[in-house]
């Protein structure tokens, strides 16, 4: 067994920085038979990240976590400066979780040559919802994790459903594109009160959390209402917006019910839209 290897097999998280180290210990582990997941994030973690690193673990022999900042992602003005970063945190929460490989690259390593001058368009499903309020941010998303899958290549990788757009578009990119990964898309974690665990929620003030937890429930009010019998999309919506309009430092960008593959509105929902 190579000594790459068998630095991989200890109880810490062996971090590697460069492209050249990360393919020396991704080999050493498939000489070895071991099945690959990743899960890629951009740090930060809290229990959403590591429910997505449980579930690599289930699945595979051995979980990869990137962690990176992506800048492609985030629009001019947004918080790419100010985004969470604790790697030695990540670190640890990391290697108590049983990942023994993390994958820590700076700009340079993962766009050497500047941005891209080509990258993963993500069509018309990439206007839809989010899309127009983040202009370029799911074309980020997309090429940052094609590049990923090109340098780790594993078996699997683990996304959040907490980012439900951005979990569509990436299996609509591996079928698409005949990406040989299977996507997996976990459970989205919440707070004790209902908010979806996120790495920017320390952005928000006690009063502004208060608040933020009337998105979860407009859309809790609509469930109730699906589960009542209640399938047509327009009174589920009106119940959302109700709900979010009753906490004041809320203002809702968009609800929508869509089909879960395509993003396209539904007038009727459905179980999974």
């Given at each position: 067994?190579?000594?790459?290897?068998?630095?991989?097999?200890?109880?810490a998280?062996?971090?590697?920085?460069?492209?050249?180290?990360l393919?020396?210990?991704?080999?050493a582990?498939?000489?070895?038979?071991?099945?690959l997941?990743?899960?890629?994030t951009?740090?930060?973690?809290?229990?959403?990240?590591?429910?997505?690193?449980?579930?690599?673990?289930?699945?595979?022999?051995?979980?990869?976590?990137?962690?990176?900042?992506?800048?492609?992602?985030?629009?001019?003005?947004e918080d790419?400066?100010?985004?969470p970063?604790?790697?030695?945190?990540?670190?640890?929460?990391?290697?108590?979780?049983?990942?023994?490989?993390?994958?820590?690259?700076?700009?340079?390593?993962?766009y050497?040559?500047?941005?891209?001058?080509?990258?993963?368009?993500?069509g018309?499903?990439?206007?839809?919802?989010?899309?127009?309020?983040?202009?370029?941010?799911?074309?980020?998303?997309?090429?940052v994790?094609?590049k990923?899958?090109?340098?780790?290549?594993?078996?699997?990788?683990?996304?959040?459903?907490?980012?439900?757009?951005?979990?569509v578009?990436?299996?609509?990119?591996?079928?698409?594109?005949d990406?040989?990964?299977?996507?997996?898309?976990a459970?989205?974690?919440?707070?004790?009160?209902?908010l979806?665990?996120?790495?920017?929620?320390?952005?928000?003030?006690?009063?502004?959390?208060r608040?933020?937890?009337?998105?979860?429930r407009?859309?809790?009010?609509?469930?109730?209402?699906?589960?009542?019998?209640?399938?047509?999309?327009?009174?589920?919506l009106?119940?959302?917006?109700?709900?979010?309009?009753?906490?004041?430092?809320?203002?809702?960008?968009?609800?929508?019910?869509?089909?879960?593959?395509?993003?396209?509105?539904v007038?009727?929902?459905?179980e999974?839209?």
């Open positions: 067994m190579s000594a790459h290897f068998s630095s991989v097999t200890s109880s998280a062996l971090v590697v920085r460069t492209r050249e180290r393919a020396e210990e991704l080999n582990l498939r000489r070895a038979g071991r099945s997941g990743l899960v890629p951009m740090g930060a973690f809290h229990a959403g990240h590591l429910s997505l690193v449980d579930r690599a673990r289930e699945i595979c022999d051995e979980t990869v976590v990137s962690v990176f900042v992506n800048r492609l992602q985030f629009a001019q003005g790419f400066d100010a985004y970063r604790d790697l030695q945190r990540d670190l640890e929460l990391s290697a108590d979780r049983g990942v023994r490989l993390v994958f820590a690259p700076d700009d340079q390593v993962m050497p040559t500047g941005e891209p001058r080509i990258g993963v368009d993500p018309a499903m990439g206007q839809r919802l989010c899309g127009p309020f983040r202009p370029g941010h799911f074309r980020g998303v997309l090429t994790v094609a990923l899958f090109g340098l780790v290549r594993p078996e699997l990788a683990v996304f959040g459903r907490k980012d439900f757009q951005q979990a578009l990436i299996r609509r990119m591996v079928h698409d594109l990406l040989d990964v299977r996507i997996e898309v459970p989205l974690v919440r707070d004790a009160d209902g979806a665990l996120s790495s920017r929620n320390v952005y928000l003030t006690g009063d502004e959390r608040d933020a937890v009337g998105l979860w407009g859309l809790s009010a609509a469930e109730d209402r699906f589960n009542a019998g209640e399938a047509r999309a327009g009174r589920l009106s119940t959302i917006r109700k709900v979010v309009s009753e906490h004041p430092r809320l203002r809702l960008q968009y609800a929508e019910a869509v089909d879960p593959g395509t993003l396209d509105s007038s009727e929902a459905r999974g839209t």
